[in-house]
Protein backbone atom coordinates (compact mmCIF):
# COMPACT_ATOMS: atom_id res chain seq x y z
CA UNK A 1 0.00 0.00 0.00
CA UNK A 2 0.91 3.82 -0.40
CA UNK A 3 3.21 4.96 2.42
CA UNK A 4 0.83 8.46 2.06
CA UNK A 5 -1.52 7.18 5.21
CA UNK A 6 1.57 6.26 7.55
CA UNK A 7 1.78 9.82 8.38
CA UNK A 8 0.80 11.24 11.49
CA UNK A 9 -2.34 14.23 10.96
CA UNK A 10 -4.01 16.58 12.59
CA UNK A 11 -7.16 18.45 11.42
CA UNK A 12 -8.26 21.23 12.91
CA UNK A 13 -11.50 23.25 12.63
CA UNK A 14 -15.42 22.46 12.88
CA UNK A 15 -16.90 19.01 13.55
CA UNK A 16 -20.24 17.29 12.69
CA UNK A 17 -20.99 13.86 13.77
CA UNK A 18 -24.19 11.97 15.18
CA UNK A 19 -24.47 11.33 19.21
CA UNK A 20 -27.35 9.52 18.67
CA UNK A 21 -30.45 8.70 16.61
CA UNK A 22 -32.16 11.88 17.11
CA UNK A 23 -28.91 14.16 18.43
CA UNK A 24 -26.17 15.53 15.66
CA UNK A 25 -23.50 16.91 17.43
CA UNK A 26 -21.78 20.43 15.73
CA UNK A 27 -18.51 21.54 17.46
CA UNK A 28 -15.94 23.84 16.55
CA UNK A 29 -12.39 24.90 17.39
CA UNK A 30 -11.82 21.08 17.66
CA UNK A 31 -8.23 19.46 17.02
CA UNK A 32 -7.93 15.87 16.28
CA UNK A 33 -4.97 13.67 16.27
CA UNK A 34 -4.64 10.70 14.28
CA UNK A 35 -1.30 8.40 14.45
CA UNK A 36 0.04 6.42 11.45
CA UNK A 37 -1.98 3.62 12.04
CA UNK A 38 -4.93 5.97 11.36
CA UNK A 39 -6.10 6.01 15.23
CA UNK A 40 -7.40 8.90 16.62
CA UNK A 41 -5.29 9.25 19.93
CA UNK A 42 -5.79 12.56 21.39
CA UNK A 43 -8.60 15.27 20.82
CA UNK A 44 -8.45 19.14 22.14
CA UNK A 45 -10.81 21.83 22.27
CA UNK A 46 -10.81 25.41 22.35
CA UNK A 47 -7.61 24.46 20.07
CA UNK A 48 -6.43 25.87 16.55
CA UNK A 49 -3.68 25.12 14.42
CA UNK A 50 -0.64 26.73 16.24
CA UNK A 51 -1.75 25.23 19.52
CA UNK A 52 -2.28 22.12 17.85
CA UNK A 53 1.37 21.97 16.65
CA UNK A 54 3.12 23.92 19.05
CA UNK A 55 1.76 22.58 22.42
CA UNK A 56 -0.23 19.44 21.81
CA UNK A 57 1.75 17.13 19.51
CA UNK A 58 5.19 18.07 21.96
CA UNK A 59 2.96 16.30 24.45
CA UNK A 60 2.13 13.26 22.38
CA UNK A 61 5.47 12.78 21.52
CA UNK A 62 5.10 13.94 17.67
CA UNK A 63 8.15 16.13 15.82
CA UNK A 64 6.05 18.90 14.27
CA UNK A 65 7.87 18.08 10.82
CA UNK A 66 6.23 14.72 10.75
CA UNK A 67 3.00 16.19 10.76
CA UNK A 68 1.05 17.15 8.34
CA UNK A 69 -1.87 19.64 8.78
CA UNK A 70 -5.73 20.00 7.57
CA UNK A 71 -7.48 22.99 8.78
CA UNK A 72 -10.72 23.13 7.83
CA UNK A 73 -11.96 26.61 6.72
CA UNK A 74 -14.48 28.91 8.19
CA UNK A 75 -18.10 27.21 7.14
CA UNK A 76 -16.43 23.55 6.09
CA UNK A 77 -16.69 20.83 8.61
CA UNK A 78 -15.40 17.15 9.21
CA UNK A 79 -18.15 14.76 8.75
CA UNK A 80 -17.70 11.14 9.24
CA UNK A 81 -17.35 8.81 6.08
CA UNK A 82 -20.28 7.43 4.62
CA UNK A 83 -20.89 3.66 4.76
CA UNK A 84 -22.93 2.42 1.80
CA UNK A 85 -24.37 -1.17 3.64
CA UNK A 86 -25.44 -2.77 0.09
CA UNK A 87 -24.15 -1.85 -3.06
CA UNK A 88 -23.41 -4.03 -6.49
CA UNK A 89 -19.87 -3.15 -7.96
CA UNK A 90 -20.58 -5.09 -10.90
CA UNK A 91 -23.82 -3.50 -11.74
CA UNK A 92 -22.08 0.27 -11.61
CA UNK A 93 -22.12 0.45 -15.69
CA UNK A 94 -25.93 0.28 -15.30
CA UNK A 95 -27.04 3.31 -13.17
CA UNK A 96 -29.84 4.99 -14.47
CA UNK A 97 -31.17 2.13 -16.22
CA UNK A 98 -33.85 0.19 -15.14
CA UNK A 99 -36.82 1.71 -17.63
CA UNK A 100 -40.26 0.99 -16.30
CA UNK A 101 -39.33 -2.30 -14.53
CA UNK A 102 -39.68 -4.09 -11.77
CA UNK A 103 -37.22 -6.57 -9.49
CA UNK A 104 -37.73 -9.97 -11.32
CA UNK A 105 -38.09 -8.41 -14.86
CA UNK A 106 -35.34 -6.05 -13.81
CA UNK A 107 -32.97 -8.95 -13.07
CA UNK A 108 -33.31 -10.71 -16.42
CA UNK A 109 -33.16 -7.41 -18.16
CA UNK A 110 -30.14 -6.12 -16.80
CA UNK A 111 -28.95 -7.50 -14.47
CA UNK A 112 -27.48 -11.15 -14.93
CA UNK A 113 -26.44 -10.11 -18.41
CA UNK A 114 -23.77 -7.15 -17.12
CA UNK A 115 -23.01 -9.14 -14.02
CA UNK A 116 -22.11 -12.34 -16.28
CA UNK A 117 -20.39 -10.03 -19.13
CA UNK A 118 -17.52 -9.29 -15.77
CA UNK A 119 -16.02 -12.41 -15.42
CA UNK A 120 -14.04 -10.70 -18.31
CA UNK A 121 -11.36 -9.66 -16.00
CA UNK A 122 -10.42 -6.94 -18.28
CA UNK A 123 -13.66 -5.61 -18.12
CA UNK A 124 -14.02 -5.66 -14.34
CA UNK A 125 -11.28 -3.83 -13.81
CA UNK A 126 -12.39 -1.03 -15.65
CA UNK A 127 -15.97 -1.18 -14.20
CA UNK A 128 -14.79 -1.84 -10.45
CA UNK A 129 -11.57 1.08 -10.50
CA UNK A 130 -14.53 3.93 -11.40
CA UNK A 131 -17.06 2.41 -9.08
CA UNK A 132 -14.87 2.51 -6.02
CA UNK A 133 -13.18 6.02 -7.38
CA UNK A 134 -16.73 7.21 -8.41
CA UNK A 135 -18.13 6.12 -4.31
CA UNK A 136 -14.81 7.39 -2.79
CA UNK A 137 -15.68 10.68 -4.25
CA UNK A 138 -19.22 10.55 -2.96
CA UNK A 139 -17.61 10.28 0.46
CA UNK A 140 -18.10 6.69 0.92
CA UNK A 141 -15.68 4.95 3.17
CA UNK A 142 -17.04 1.75 3.44
CA UNK A 143 -18.97 0.14 0.95
CA UNK A 144 -21.07 -3.98 1.83
CA UNK A 145 -20.03 -5.07 -1.99
CA UNK A 146 -22.01 -7.86 -3.96
CA UNK A 147 -19.17 -8.79 -6.55
CA UNK A 148 -20.37 -11.30 -9.53
CA UNK A 149 -20.19 -15.01 -9.22
CA UNK A 150 -16.58 -15.31 -10.61
CA UNK A 151 -13.57 -15.80 -8.36
CA UNK A 152 -10.94 -14.22 -10.14
CA UNK A 153 -13.13 -10.94 -10.51
CA UNK A 154 -14.41 -10.92 -7.17
CA UNK A 155 -10.61 -11.41 -5.94
CA UNK A 156 -9.74 -8.34 -8.04
CA UNK A 157 -12.57 -6.13 -6.27
CA UNK A 158 -10.90 -6.91 -2.90
CA UNK A 159 -7.55 -5.96 -4.81
CA UNK A 160 -9.01 -2.96 -6.00
CA UNK A 161 -10.54 -1.63 -2.64
CA UNK A 162 -7.40 -2.31 -0.76
CA UNK A 163 -5.15 -0.17 -3.28
CA UNK A 164 -7.64 2.28 -3.68
CA UNK A 165 -7.92 2.44 0.30
CA UNK A 166 -12.08 2.26 0.32
CA UNK A 167 -12.68 -0.23 3.58
CA UNK A 168 -14.45 -3.33 2.01
CA UNK A 169 -16.60 -5.98 2.50
CA UNK A 170 -16.38 -8.40 -0.40
CA UNK A 171 -19.15 -11.15 -1.43
CA UNK A 172 -19.03 -13.36 -4.10
CA UNK A 173 -22.89 -13.76 -5.21
CA UNK A 174 -23.74 -17.23 -4.35
CA UNK A 175 -27.09 -18.51 -6.55
CA UNK A 176 -27.18 -21.89 -7.37
CA UNK A 177 -31.24 -22.00 -8.94
CA UNK A 178 -33.42 -20.05 -10.50
CA UNK A 179 -30.98 -17.96 -12.54
CA UNK A 180 -30.44 -18.51 -16.42
CA UNK A 181 -27.69 -21.49 -17.50
CA UNK A 182 -25.14 -18.29 -18.53
CA UNK A 183 -24.84 -17.08 -14.98
CA UNK A 184 -25.14 -19.44 -12.25
CA UNK A 185 -23.45 -21.46 -10.08
CA UNK A 186 -22.71 -25.19 -10.94
CA UNK A 187 -24.21 -26.58 -7.81
CA UNK A 188 -24.17 -25.92 -3.74
CA UNK A 189 -20.91 -27.83 -3.39
CA UNK A 190 -18.92 -25.42 -6.15
CA UNK A 191 -20.70 -22.03 -5.03
CA UNK A 192 -19.40 -22.58 -1.15
CA UNK A 193 -16.07 -23.96 -2.39
CA UNK A 194 -16.16 -20.64 -5.02
CA UNK A 195 -16.79 -18.19 -2.15
CA UNK A 196 -13.82 -19.99 0.14
CA UNK A 197 -11.32 -19.57 -2.43
CA UNK A 198 -12.33 -15.37 -2.36
CA UNK A 199 -11.99 -16.13 1.69
CA UNK A 200 -9.11 -17.37 1.40
CA UNK A 201 -7.50 -14.42 -1.37
CA UNK A 202 -8.76 -12.33 0.98
CA UNK A 203 -6.08 -13.82 4.13
CA UNK A 204 -3.62 -13.60 1.73
CA UNK A 205 -3.88 -9.75 1.19
CA UNK A 206 -5.15 -8.43 4.68
CA UNK A 207 -4.37 -11.12 6.84
CA UNK A 208 -6.44 -9.26 9.72
CA UNK A 209 -9.33 -7.75 7.72
CA UNK A 210 -7.76 -4.21 8.29
CA UNK A 211 -9.61 -2.98 5.75
CA UNK A 212 -11.34 -5.85 3.79
CA UNK A 213 -13.57 -8.59 5.22
CA UNK A 214 -15.48 -11.55 3.29
CA UNK A 215 -18.99 -11.41 3.92
CA UNK A 216 -21.04 -14.45 2.64
CA UNK A 217 -23.50 -13.76 0.01
CA UNK A 218 -26.23 -15.69 -0.65
CA UNK A 219 -28.26 -13.47 -3.76
CA UNK A 220 -31.78 -14.32 -2.09
CA UNK A 221 -33.70 -17.11 -1.19
CA UNK A 222 -35.34 -17.53 -4.83
CA UNK A 223 -31.86 -18.21 -6.27
CA UNK A 224 -30.34 -20.78 -3.60
CA UNK A 225 -31.16 -24.10 -3.13
CA UNK A 226 -31.89 -25.30 0.66
CA UNK A 227 -28.36 -27.08 0.07
CA UNK A 228 -26.92 -23.70 -0.79
CA UNK A 229 -28.22 -22.06 2.42
CA UNK A 230 -27.63 -24.55 4.50
CA UNK A 231 -23.89 -24.93 3.54
CA UNK A 232 -23.52 -21.12 3.96
CA UNK A 233 -25.11 -20.78 7.22
CA UNK A 234 -22.36 -23.51 7.63
CA UNK A 235 -20.00 -21.39 6.83
CA UNK A 236 -20.75 -18.56 9.08
CA UNK A 237 -20.94 -20.44 11.86
CA UNK A 238 -17.31 -21.40 11.14
CA UNK A 239 -15.76 -18.48 10.17
CA UNK A 240 -17.60 -16.26 12.15
CA UNK A 241 -17.61 -13.75 8.66
CA UNK A 242 -21.01 -11.92 8.08
CA UNK A 243 -23.83 -12.37 5.80
CA UNK A 244 -25.66 -10.32 3.26
CA UNK A 245 -28.30 -11.07 1.65
CA UNK A 246 -31.83 -9.35 0.09
CA UNK A 247 -35.19 -9.88 1.54
CA UNK A 248 -39.05 -8.76 1.08
CA UNK A 249 -38.08 -6.32 -1.43
CA UNK A 250 -41.07 -6.68 -3.78
CA UNK A 251 -44.22 -8.23 -3.37
CA UNK A 252 -44.09 -10.96 -6.43
CA UNK A 253 -40.64 -12.06 -4.66
CA UNK A 254 -42.34 -12.53 -1.41
CA UNK A 255 -45.05 -14.71 -3.17
CA UNK A 256 -42.50 -16.82 -4.75
CA UNK A 257 -40.57 -17.33 -1.63
CA UNK A 258 -43.81 -18.68 0.01
CA UNK A 259 -44.58 -20.99 -2.92
CA UNK A 260 -40.16 -21.79 -3.57
CA UNK A 261 -40.25 -22.66 0.73
CA UNK A 262 -44.13 -23.76 1.52
CA UNK A 263 -42.50 -25.41 5.08
CA UNK A 264 -41.88 -22.28 6.15
CA UNK A 265 -44.24 -19.26 7.81
CA UNK A 266 -42.25 -16.26 6.41
CA UNK A 267 -39.18 -15.52 4.32
CA UNK A 268 -37.54 -14.31 7.47
CA UNK A 269 -38.02 -17.51 8.91
CA UNK A 270 -36.60 -19.41 5.50
CA UNK A 271 -33.47 -17.52 6.47
CA UNK A 272 -33.27 -18.42 9.91
CA UNK A 273 -34.37 -22.00 9.48
CA UNK A 274 -30.67 -22.22 7.19
CA UNK A 275 -28.49 -20.20 9.72
CA UNK A 276 -28.01 -16.98 7.88
CA UNK A 277 -30.19 -14.82 9.91
CA UNK A 278 -27.16 -13.91 12.98
CA UNK A 279 -26.18 -10.82 14.61
CA UNK A 280 -23.93 -9.98 11.71
CA UNK A 281 -26.08 -10.49 9.01
CA UNK A 282 -27.35 -7.29 6.76
CA UNK A 283 -30.58 -7.63 5.09
CA UNK A 284 -31.53 -5.76 2.58
CA UNK A 285 -34.86 -3.48 1.47
CA UNK A 286 -37.11 -5.29 4.46
CA UNK A 287 -40.01 -3.07 2.29
CA UNK A 288 -42.55 -6.12 2.92
CA UNK A 289 -41.95 -7.45 6.03
CA UNK A 290 -44.70 -7.98 8.36
CA UNK A 291 -44.02 -7.29 12.63
CA UNK A 292 -43.72 -10.21 13.85
CA UNK A 293 -40.73 -11.41 10.87
CA UNK A 294 -39.40 -8.25 12.27
CA UNK A 295 -39.71 -9.05 15.79
CA UNK A 296 -37.34 -12.02 14.81
CA UNK A 297 -35.02 -10.42 13.12
CA UNK A 298 -34.68 -7.92 16.43
CA UNK A 299 -34.62 -11.86 18.75
CA UNK A 300 -31.60 -12.72 16.11
CA UNK A 301 -30.03 -9.50 16.27
CA UNK A 302 -30.18 -9.02 12.68
CA UNK A 303 -29.30 -6.09 10.93
CA UNK A 304 -31.79 -4.17 7.96
CA UNK A 305 -29.81 -1.81 4.93
CA UNK A 306 -32.18 0.43 3.88
CA UNK A 307 -32.09 1.30 0.09
CA UNK A 308 -34.66 3.95 -0.96
CA UNK A 309 -33.31 4.99 -4.12
CA UNK A 310 -33.93 1.62 -5.23
CA UNK A 311 -37.21 0.97 -3.56
CA UNK A 312 -38.67 4.04 -5.37
CA UNK A 313 -36.86 3.34 -9.28
CA UNK A 314 -37.71 -0.41 -9.50
CA UNK A 315 -40.75 0.23 -7.57
CA UNK A 316 -40.30 -2.30 -4.49
CA UNK A 317 -42.25 -0.12 -2.46
CA UNK A 318 -41.71 1.83 0.81
CA UNK A 319 -39.99 0.66 3.97
CA UNK A 320 -41.58 1.06 7.03
CA UNK A 321 -38.13 2.62 9.22
CA UNK A 322 -40.12 4.15 11.73
CA UNK A 323 -41.59 0.98 12.36
CA UNK A 324 -38.23 -1.08 11.82
CA UNK A 325 -36.50 1.59 14.44
CA UNK A 326 -38.90 1.59 16.92
CA UNK A 327 -38.71 -2.46 17.37
CA UNK A 328 -35.30 -1.11 17.95
CA UNK A 329 -34.11 -2.65 14.64
CA UNK A 330 -30.66 -1.42 13.47
CA UNK A 331 -30.31 0.43 10.39
CA UNK A 332 -27.94 1.46 8.12
CA UNK A 333 -28.40 3.04 4.57
CA UNK A 334 -27.77 1.20 0.97
CA UNK A 335 -27.14 2.82 -2.65
CA UNK A 336 -28.31 -0.66 -3.77
CA UNK A 337 -26.37 0.55 -7.34
CA UNK A 338 -27.85 -0.68 -9.84
CA UNK A 339 -31.14 -1.09 -8.68
CA UNK A 340 -30.32 2.06 -7.03
CA UNK A 341 -29.47 5.09 -9.55
CA UNK A 342 -27.21 6.76 -7.37
CA UNK A 343 -23.54 5.93 -5.67
CA UNK A 344 -23.78 8.68 -3.53
CA UNK A 345 -25.43 7.76 -0.20
CA UNK A 346 -25.88 11.43 0.65
CA UNK A 347 -28.87 11.30 -2.06
CA UNK A 348 -29.81 7.70 -0.13
CA UNK A 349 -30.32 10.24 3.10
CA UNK A 350 -32.33 12.56 1.00
CA UNK A 351 -34.34 9.69 -0.45
CA UNK A 352 -34.64 8.24 2.91
CA UNK A 353 -35.99 11.44 4.43
CA UNK A 354 -38.62 11.37 1.34
CA UNK A 355 -39.81 8.27 1.42
CA UNK A 356 -40.33 8.53 5.00
CA UNK A 357 -42.67 11.48 4.37
CA UNK A 358 -44.74 9.12 1.54
CA UNK A 359 -45.15 6.64 4.47
CA UNK A 360 -46.39 9.40 6.36
CA UNK A 361 -48.76 10.64 3.76
CA UNK A 362 -50.20 7.19 3.84
CA UNK A 363 -51.30 7.47 7.18
CA UNK A 364 -48.22 6.80 9.54
CA UNK A 365 -47.75 10.48 10.72
CA UNK A 366 -45.09 9.58 13.15
CA UNK A 367 -43.02 8.00 10.19
CA UNK A 368 -41.19 11.50 8.98
CA UNK A 369 -37.74 10.88 9.66
CA UNK A 370 -35.52 14.15 10.82
CA UNK A 371 -32.37 15.43 9.02
CA UNK A 372 -30.41 14.42 12.45
CA UNK A 373 -31.76 10.78 12.11
CA UNK A 374 -31.23 10.34 8.29
CA UNK A 375 -27.33 11.09 8.35
CA UNK A 376 -27.61 9.06 11.52
CA UNK A 377 -28.46 5.84 9.38
CA UNK A 378 -25.18 7.08 6.42
CA UNK A 379 -22.99 7.05 9.16
CA UNK A 380 -23.09 5.67 12.97
CA UNK A 381 -26.18 3.59 11.66
CA UNK A 382 -24.63 2.04 8.80
CA UNK A 383 -21.76 1.12 11.29
CA UNK A 384 -23.59 -0.72 13.64
CA UNK A 385 -24.89 -2.58 10.68
CA UNK A 386 -21.71 -3.52 9.37
CA UNK A 387 -20.69 -4.61 13.11
CA UNK A 388 -17.97 -1.91 12.92
CA UNK A 389 -19.75 1.38 15.35
CA UNK A 390 -16.68 0.79 17.43
CA UNK A 391 -14.31 1.89 15.07
CA UNK A 392 -15.96 3.95 12.48
CA UNK A 393 -19.16 6.23 12.00
CA UNK A 394 -19.08 8.81 14.71
CA UNK A 395 -15.39 10.91 15.74
CA UNK A 396 -14.06 9.51 19.17
CA UNK A 397 -10.91 8.54 20.66
CA UNK A 398 -9.58 4.81 19.50
CA UNK A 399 -11.46 5.44 16.59
CA UNK A 400 -9.97 4.83 12.88
CA UNK A 401 -10.49 8.76 11.11
CA UNK A 402 -12.71 7.32 8.27
CA UNK A 403 -13.91 11.38 7.53
CA UNK A 404 -14.54 13.79 4.77
CA UNK A 405 -14.43 17.19 4.52
CA UNK A 406 -17.35 18.87 3.68
CA UNK A 407 -17.03 22.55 2.00
CA UNK A 408 -20.42 24.47 1.33
CA UNK A 409 -18.79 27.24 -1.17
CA UNK A 410 -17.71 29.91 -0.16
CA UNK A 411 -19.45 31.15 3.28
CA UNK A 412 -19.61 34.42 3.80
CA UNK A 413 -18.01 36.23 6.62
CA UNK A 414 -19.85 39.28 5.87
CA UNK A 415 -23.97 38.84 5.59
CA UNK A 416 -23.87 41.67 3.21
CA UNK A 417 -21.15 40.55 0.96
CA UNK A 418 -21.04 37.48 -1.68
CA UNK A 419 -17.75 36.33 -1.04
CA UNK A 420 -15.35 34.94 -4.04
CA UNK A 421 -17.03 32.11 -5.97
CA UNK A 422 -16.49 28.03 -4.94
CA UNK A 423 -18.31 26.23 -7.52
CA UNK A 424 -20.77 24.44 -5.00
CA UNK A 425 -24.55 23.08 -5.59
CA UNK A 426 -25.13 25.21 -2.39
CA UNK A 427 -25.97 28.53 -1.47
CA UNK A 428 -24.65 30.19 1.34
CA UNK A 429 -25.78 33.45 2.53
CA UNK A 430 -24.15 33.82 5.52
CA UNK A 431 -26.85 34.01 7.90
CA UNK A 432 -27.77 30.56 8.22
CA UNK A 433 -27.11 28.86 11.38
CA UNK A 434 -25.69 25.53 11.43
CA UNK A 435 -28.32 23.32 11.40
CA UNK A 436 -29.30 25.10 8.34
CA UNK A 437 -26.36 24.87 6.83
CA UNK A 438 -26.26 21.26 6.95
CA UNK A 439 -30.06 20.31 5.84
CA UNK A 440 -29.13 22.99 2.84
CA UNK A 441 -26.03 20.11 1.73
CA UNK A 442 -28.56 17.05 2.77
CA UNK A 443 -31.18 18.20 0.44
CA UNK A 444 -28.89 20.59 -2.91
CA UNK A 445 -25.60 18.94 -2.07
CA UNK A 446 -23.34 16.87 -4.19
CA UNK A 447 -20.18 15.36 -4.83
CA UNK A 448 -19.00 18.90 -5.19
CA UNK A 449 -18.94 19.43 -1.63
CA UNK A 450 -16.99 16.94 -0.78
CA UNK A 451 -13.39 18.26 -0.94
CA UNK A 452 -11.49 15.11 0.64
CA UNK A 453 -11.78 11.94 2.01
CA UNK A 454 -10.27 9.39 4.00
CA UNK A 455 -10.31 6.04 5.06
CA UNK A 456 -7.78 4.67 8.35
CA UNK A 457 -6.13 8.08 7.79
CA UNK A 458 -5.13 7.69 4.74
CA UNK A 459 -6.24 10.25 1.52
CA UNK A 460 -8.31 8.27 -0.08
CA UNK A 461 -9.69 11.46 -2.70
CA UNK A 462 -9.43 15.17 -2.80
CA UNK A 463 -11.21 17.39 -5.20
CA UNK A 464 -9.45 18.82 -8.02
N1 LIG B 1 -32.11 -4.79 -5.70
C1 LIG B 1 -31.72 -6.04 -5.95
N2 LIG B 1 -32.45 -7.05 -5.50
C2 LIG B 1 -32.04 -8.30 -5.77
N3 LIG B 1 -32.57 -9.47 -5.41
C3 LIG B 1 -31.76 -10.43 -5.91
N4 LIG B 1 -30.74 -9.89 -6.59
C4 LIG B 1 -30.88 -8.57 -6.50
C5 LIG B 1 -30.11 -7.46 -6.99
O1 LIG B 1 -29.10 -7.60 -7.66
N5 LIG B 1 -30.58 -6.22 -6.68
ZN1 LIG C 1 -29.25 -5.37 -3.92
Redo the contacts with the bound molecule.
Sequence with gaps: MSSAHKQKSVFVGSFVHSKSLEVLEVLHDLAVFVDEKGVIVAIEEHCDKQQALQVIAPKLGWTIGDVSVRVAAPGQFFFPGFIDTHI?AP?YPNVGIFGKTT?LDW?NTY?FPMESSLSSISKAKRVYTRCIQRTLSHGTTTASY?ATISVPSTNLLSDLCLTLGQRAFIGRCCMDSLAPDYYRDESAATSIADTKATMDHIAKIDPTNALITPIITP??AP?CTRELMHGLGALQKETGFPVQT?IS?NKNEVKLVKEMFPGFESYTHVYDGHGLLTPKTILA?AVHLTEAEVDLIKAREGKISH?PC?NSA?TSGTAKVRMMLNKGLDIGLGT?VS?GYSPSILEAVRQASLVSRHVAMEGDDDSKLSIEEVLYLGTKGGAKVVGLEDKIGSFGLGMEWDAQLIGLGNVPVDVDQDGIEEESPVDIFGWENWEERIAKWVFNGDDRNTLAVWVKGRLVHERK
Excluded: K, N, V
Aim: hydrophobic share 30%.
Design positions: HQLLTYRFAHEHCSIDG
